[in-house]
């Protein structure tokens, strides 16, 4: 059995103090262990910042002659708003047209999730990945589009419960060519099943 070495830094001793501001007695049972469990899902919830590309990617490089557009849709993903802490959650499309090198069809997904799991905004998060797979692949083009909703608007301020965020990233052909992006807008969009 291997042991995972604890943290030099933990934050149970900080929700313990938030949780006493808010009137709570955090000694009751129902919250004694409340400031490790936040402890330790936090440090899940943002487990992204240890990862790089490419150790998600790995050796999930290919040479291949294909020339048409790769899409991975309806990734689900989970994320964190920095603003609030509160999460956010939704599905990513990610496309791209190689040139000469494709990923394994799974690292989109990983890529998602290593972004989506730090603190973040919506609006980065889909650059960042548009960003990552240029960089590792140098495709033709990129496109990703993340549909999200987000407790911030939910749980508290507006209170808008089916309000959902829609935010893209295009580069390279995606975003010079009119027909290349339709494509993939259409793709992106078509209903599901």
Do not use: W
């Not at 000694?27 to 998600?56: C, I, N």
């Not at 956010?88 to 990983?110: Q, T």
């Not at 919506?122 to 083009?141: H, K, Y």
């Not at 749980?155 to 060519?177: C, H, P, W, Y």
């Amino acid at each position: 059995m291997s042991t995972t070495p604890a943290p030099e830094f933990t934050i149970a001793p900080h929700v313990r103090a938030i949780l006493a501001e808010l009137g709570q007695d955090p000694d009751r049972a129902g919250l004694s262990r409340t400031p490790e469990r936040v402890d330790k899902s936090l440090r899940f919830l943002t487990r992204g910042y240890a990862q790089t590309v490419e150790e998600v990617i790995g050796d999930a490089l290919f040479e291949e002659s294909h020339e048409n557009m790769i899409l991975v849709r309806d990734i689900e993903m989970y994320s964190l708003c920095e603003h609030h802490i509160l999460p956010f959650y939704g599905h990513a499309h990610v496309a791209y047209i190689p040139h000469g090198r494709i990923m394994g069809l799974s690292k989109a997904a990983r890529i998602v999730d290593m972004f989506s799991r730090r603190l973040q905004v919506q609006e980065r998060l889909t650059d960042q990945i548009a960003d990552a797979i240029m960089d590792v692949l140098q495709p033709r083009g990129v496109g990703v589009v993340i549909e999200a909703s987000h407790f911030c608007m939910m749980m508290r301020g507006v209170e808008k419960q089916n309000s959902r965020t829609v935010t893209s990233a295009l580069r390279g052909i995606f975003r010079n060519d009119q027909r290349t992006r339709d494509e993939f807008l259409r793709l992106a969009h078509a209903p599901r099943g």
